[in-house]
């Protein structure tokens, strides 16, 4: 057999994702799933759910998926079943077993009020910190909890398959039995991914703070086949939802899915149905396949061949419901006068229909909605659609590859490309991204079943890791091999968990690192930089006194690579100014290059700094052939620097380094980054270390309210979302609700002669609010009705609308002799019949003109009123109107809301919209909710040194070497104390072995085992002291046992024994000790000097630096001896401090989270002030002499567990 592999373009790795997850709420959140469940059996003589209730208005009931169904009850249910519902109420709404009711594991989480968790943290804070450190930690906690909201636990995850247009528009009109195979192929896909997700990315979490990653033996799942989208197009898709409950493999407890590996593994999960679907429906068609582009910031997407873009188009937007309000609009107006109305009355028509038009899905018979698909596509087709699908679906399909007949060759080549189209737009990756792109590199072979498929793409994504860098350590200590996986790996390693990066990458960042510490270039003395910019000599702007000592600290540093680092209306342009006068009054005409990532940035650049300025892209295009250089002592200022990739960097640095020359990166880190592999800028100004060059003050905004918030939401602080709110620059909502409140205060403020821009992240926002300011310009007269012309995606403009360009074209010249940039915005003024458009710069009524061709404007021309944070960053207006989602990250909101000088205003919607279906708010959401989870969802990518640096310090920190170490020794001990328990009860207790089983199977006996290890660790002998305890009073009226039992065992047990010092592992938690295996010994006893070796280690770099907390101590003893001992105490509360992420200057903090941490801040709190003691002399009070009281609800270092019941208390 002769094999063709079809090769793909470079850019071909961006495919539409077909596959999406949205998280399931306890409760009601499964309800949207029953909306459209036809009630009643449909037909019962058809063979399939399809034809069964084709003539029924809904879609079929759900079946059940997943080898977890097996589980539940004693096995009454198998994947395939009918889900009634109420099962999925029992299982999604309570977490019950959907056969026998009976709770699996534990409950759903029930969370505490805000007020409740409010007063349980800052019941928790010291009372004896310095003044105003109390307060503020009270004030900083109560705000926190208070945007937070009430939370809520999770049920499930919806992971929503739906097809390809072109195959839901081949289904939509295909006969009976075409849709039924379609949908079979579809079906078969969804299984073959469920598998794989199933055996590679379903596990659950055990062992101290969920530390191990465990598998489970499946996953429990309804499916939903659902036929049309909103606007009744058809769309075929399934929802999967994975039930929350999963049962471990190893011990058969149900506990809860790890929704990390989900969210890691989702995007590759959706190439891998694309690729599967592809290869079914071939395989039973015959169909072909191309990747079509769908423009400027848009994916590609493989569709069928034959299937026209006109047919998918008619089927696929908004734009068909508004033709078709159209049309009823001219049909109403004939009626009314008598005659047909003329163009421009139709495009007035047009224009009402735009505003009128929201799409609401309706419910509707799959038989009734196919005969309105094929009517719809006959105008097209014209021809029967039925019989056109017959032409596409009757095919020989080619021979389909086996993975034996790929060479190996190929897999390599393949993996090299993967490697290289990742690191293209990534500084660091995992697993999964190496899986999704070898799916995407193999989607035009096609594969005989799944499993050569998946054999061969993952043979790819192993020869792809091994050409890859790996950044994350290797374990530093061994693991037992009962916590060992099948393959042999750790479970303390959550799977495919590593990151990686490529030899190209790392050495690029390694050249700007080396560059930014070389002090060879030239320099301006700062004396001379101070007149210079304070006294505008030069030519360049005048600066103040922050700017002018910002800009002298980088013209005199002599770094060939320096940063100058702003937020937000810091005055970056300003100073960028002043730093090109400075450097041409001290080297002359032509020593200051200007360069931005963008077209548009560097125009503005231009105008700042009075100079020429270029594109990076265009730079290091020109200057690989020769027709671009830098000259000694040039300075090269890069602008925006946040949105130029590593390796633009590199190659700019590196050459200006190379001939002499210095560059300036420019930029604030708190901002938006590159589309492709960055982190660069980052990178160096951390790296720097405070070392820098800074603007600190705001200047831009007219309320000084406004500039301190403005940082607050910069650092990612909710205390800004009190800002904002308490000056009404919050509103809430729908997302409907939201994009129309934001127009029309953007549109009012346009009227009133302001500058204004118009906000939001979501494409389909985009297009809703360019259509709608459109068509009401239209109305107003303002946009003629006399011609149009179509734009990209199916928008249409004529005379007086804006519109932008999105595509860098240097043969299209202005009339001034510019050039056409992407980013540009313009008015039309005129329209040619052959689709050119004659446009103007939109600011400027006077100013440059173009003409652009029509190829160019049906591919590379929008509509121009809304605009993307990325397009508004560098942009300064009056008043900024931003509409806000919850998938909106901190930098994009950032971003957002620091544009406008007068007013920025934020329009929160409550929901997330989907195209599919219309999904309600959870409960309790607000806007104050949804902008905390933004300020907690940073999109910064770190740079591949960042990256190890995190790796290690993650690995090899105290916190995860101490939960290491507490779930291998509850793991070695768990049998021993089950067994030691038992007897008890059932000896000195007089309990029978049921009643002791369910004592040792109590959600408390995982606190009385660490209670145990505890006792032991002050050396009590608990073999003979814990008989003693259950003989003291009966437990026949115990609702607890293990409860009752950890509460006399902590009063009992609540000092050492007499002569004797606790056990414990840095001074802070108890060891573990007893008989046990010797492998787990061995890794008990790793970890231990692990841990004690690192917290000496950050004890002596602590006081090496001076750090904060340290000098709230006291200074060092003057004897060796004195010294000795205070850095071992030291060296306790280093550890704690590591444990716990504490980084504040108070030594132990300023409050604790959980009971857990208490004990330990207990421990740490004594050391504390063995450390004061011994120190060379007081302090003044600094919360030190406090830390040593003991909290409320605490005996002798231990719980009072009366007030808990013996259970750890919920964590926050």
């Not at 018979?365 to 196919?370: I, K, P, V």
């Not at 990756?429 to 070898?438: G, K, P, S, V």
């Not at 490529?502 to 960042?509: C, D, G, K, M, Q």
């Not at 145990?1012 to 050396?1019: D, I, K, P, Q, S």
């Amino acid at each position: 057999m002769v094999v063709v592999f079809t090769p793909l373009a470079p850019e071909a790795h961006l495919v539409g994702v077909t596959v999406s997850m949205r998280v399931v709420s306890a409760g009601k959140g499964y309800g949207y799933l029953l909306r459209s469940v036809v009630r009643g059996d449909g037909d019962a003589a058809r063979a399939t759910a399809l034809t069964r209730y084709f003539a029924e208005a809904g879609t079929p009931p759900g079946v059940w998926l997943g080898k977890g169904v097996a589980y539940f009850g004693t096995g009454e249910l198998r994947p395939g079943m009918t889900v009634t519902p109420e099962q999925l109420q029992t299982l999604l709404g309570r977490g019950n077993d959907p056969v026998t009711g009976e709770s699996l594991g534990l409950p759903f989480r029930e969370y505490p009020s805000v007020a409740e968790r409010t007063a349980a943290l800052t019941a928790r804070v010291d009372r004896f910190l310095p003044a105003g450190e109390f307060e503020a930690e009270v004030t900083r906690i109560q705000a926190e909890q208070a945007v937070r909201g009430s939370q809520t636990a999770t049920a499930g995850f919806d992971l929503t398959f739906s097809v390809p247009k072109s195959v839901s528009v081949l289904w939509g009109l295909a006969d009976a039995n075409t849709q039924e195979l379609i949908v079979a192929a579809h079906h078969v896909a969804v299984t073959e991914v469920l598998d794989l997700f199933e055996r590679e990315v379903a596990a659950t979490r055990t062992g101290h703070a969920g530390i191990a990653q465990v598998p489970v033996v499946g996953v429990a799942a309804a499916a939903y086949d659902h036929w049309d989208s909103r606007a009744n197009d058809p769309q075929l898709h399934t929802h999967v939802v994975v039930s929350n409950k999963v049962m471990a493999a190893h011990d058969g407890r149900w506990r809860t899915l790890d929704s990390r590996a989900v969210h890691h593994a989702i995007v590759a999960l959706s190439e891998h149905y694309n690729a599967v679907l592809a290869d079914r429906l071939t395989g039973t068609f015959g169909l072909s396949w191309e990747r079509r582009e769908r423009g400027e910031d848009r994916t590609g997407q493989w569709e069928i061949r034959g299937v026209s873009e006109a047919l998918i188009g008619e089927f696929s937007s908004r734009a068909r419901a508004i033709d078709v309000a159209t049309d009823a609009k001219i049909t109403a107006y004939v009626a009314e006068h008598g005659h047909r109305p003329t163009g421009r009355r139709i495009v007035q028509l047009r224009a009402e229909a735009t505003l009128d038009t929201r799409p609401e899905k309706t419910i509707r018979a799959l038989s009734e909605l196919t005969a309105e698909w094929r009517t719809r596509a006959q105008q097209i087709l014209r021809g029967d659609p039925t019989e056109w699908t017959r032409t596409l679906t009757t095919r020989e399909p080619a021979r389909a590859l086996t993975l034996e007949s790929v060479p190996m060759f190929l897999i390599d080549q393949a993996a090299a490309d993967v490697v290289d189209a990742v690191s293209d737009r990534r500084s660091t990756w995992r697993h999964w991204n190496l899986w999704a792109e070898a799916s995407r590199r193999t989607m035009g072979w096609r594969f005989a079943t799944a499993a050569d498929r998946e054999q061969a793409v993952a043979l790819i994504t192993d020869a792809a890791t091994r050409r890859s860098v790996v950044l994350t350590p290797a374990e530093v200590a061994t693991t037992p091999t009962g916590m060992r996986g099948g393959d042999g790996t750790s479970t303390l390693r959550p799977r495919h968990s590593m990151y990686y990066s490529s030899e190209r990458l790392l050495a690029a960042e390694d050249r700007l690192l080396t560059l930014a510490e070389d002090r060879t270039s030239s320099l301006v003395v700062a004396g001379h930089v101070v007149e210079t910019v304070t006294g505008g000599r030069g030519g360049g702007a005048v600066v103040d006194g922050e700017q002018a000592a910002a800009l002298a600290r980088v013209l005199s540093s002599g770094r060939r690579l320096d940063v100058l680092v702003g937020p937000a209306g810091a005055g970056k342009s300003t100073a960028m100014a002043a730093l090109a006068g400075a450097w041409t009054a001290a080297h002359g005409p032509g020593s200051v290059v200007g360069m931005a990532p963008s077209a548009a940035a560097a125009q503005v650049l231009a105008q700042d700094i009075g100079l020429g300025c270029d594109n990076t892209a265009k730079w290091v295009h020109d200057h690989a052939r020769g027709r671009a250089d830098f000259r000694p002592r040039q300075l090269v200022i890069l602008d925006e620097a946040t949105l130029a990739s590593t390796r633009t960097v590199e190659t700019i640095a590196t050459r200006a380094g190379e001939v002499g020359a210095k560059v300036v990166l420019v930029g604030d880190p708190a901002q938006l980054q590159s589309v492709d592999a960055g982190g660069a800028f980052n990178m160096l100004v951390q790296a720097r270390d405070g070392d820098l060059a800074q603007l600190v003050e705001v200047r831009r905004f007219v309320h000084e309210w406004e500039k301190h918030a403005s940082l607050a939401l910069r650092d990612g602080d909710p205390t800004a979302i009190d800002a904002y709110a308490a000056h009404r620059r919050i509103l809430e909502g729908t997302t409907e609700a939201m994009v129309d409140a934001a127009y029309q205060a953007w549109q009012h403020e346009l009227q009133t002669g302001m500058s204004s821009i118009l906000v939001t992240e979501a494409a389909e926002s985009v297009r809703q609010l360019n259509e709608r300011a459109r068509a009401e310009r239209i109305q107003a007269g303002v946009t003629s009705t006399l011609r149009e012309v179509g734009l990209r995606e199916e928008a249409r403009a004529s005379v007086g609308d804006v519109v932008i360009t999105r595509r860098n074209d240097r043969r299209l010249r202005t009339s001034e002799g510019t050039w056409v940039r992407n980013g540009d915005r313009w008015t039309v003024t005129h329209v040619g019949r052959d689709g050119t458009l004659d446009v103007h710069r939109a600011a400027d009524l006077a100013g440059a003109s173009v003409r652009l061709p029509a190829g160019y404007v049906a591919r590379h021309v929008d509509l121009g009123y809304a605009v993307t944070a990325h397009r508004a960053q560098g942009l300064t207006v009056d008043t900024a109107h931003v509409v806000v989602s919850p998938s909106t990250t901190r930098e994009n909101l950032y971003v957002s809301m620091t544009r406008g000088r007068h007013a920025n205003t934020a329009y929160v919607a409550l929901d997330q919209p989907d195209p599919l279906h219309a999904t309600p708010a959870e409960t309790g959401t607000s806007a104050r909710t949804v902008l905390f989870g933004v300020l907690n969802h940073s999109g910064l990518e770190l740079s591949a040194h960042q990256t190890t640096t995190a790796e290690q310090e993650r690995w090899t920190g105290i916190a995860q070497l101490a939960a290491e170490y507490e779930t291998i020794a509850t793991t070695t001990q768990q049998d021993r104390w089950t067994r030691l328990v038992t007897d008890t009860l059932t000896g000195a207790g007089g309990l029978t072995t049921a009643e002791a089983a369910q004592a040792t199977e109590s959600e408390a006996f995982t606190v009385l085992t660490a209670e145990l290890r505890r006792a032991e660790a002050n050396h009590h002998d608990v073999d003979t002291l814990l008989p003693r305890l259950v003989a003291q009073r009966t437990l026949l009226d115990a609702d607890d046992i293990a409860a009752v039992l950890t509460a006399r065992l902590a009063r009992a047990t609540a000092r050492p024994a007499p002569g004797t010092t606790p056990d414990l592992v840095a001074g802070i938690f108890p060891a573990a000790s007893g008989p046990m295996p010797a492998d787990f010994a061995r890794a008990l006893a790793e970890r231990r000097q692990l841990i004690e070796t690192r917290a000496q280690t950050l004890a002596e770099a602590a006081v090496r630096d001076r750090a904060a907390w340290v000098s709230r101590i006291g200074g060092r003893p003057h004897s060796a001896g004195d010294r000795e001992r205070w850095l071992a105490e030291l060296a306790v509360i280093a550890a704690y401090r590591d444990r716990y992420a504490i980084t504040s200057p108070a030594p132990l903090g300023a409050s604790t989270q959980t009971l857990a941490q208490g004990r330990d801040r207990h421990r740490a709190a004594q050391a504390l002030h063995r450390a004061h003691i011994g120190s060379s002399g007081d302090c003044p009070n600094n919360g030190v002499s406090g830390s040593t009281r003991r909290p409320a609800g605490w005996r002798g270092g231990v719980s009072d567990d009366r007030n808990t019941g013996g259970r750890e208390p919920i964590e926050y």
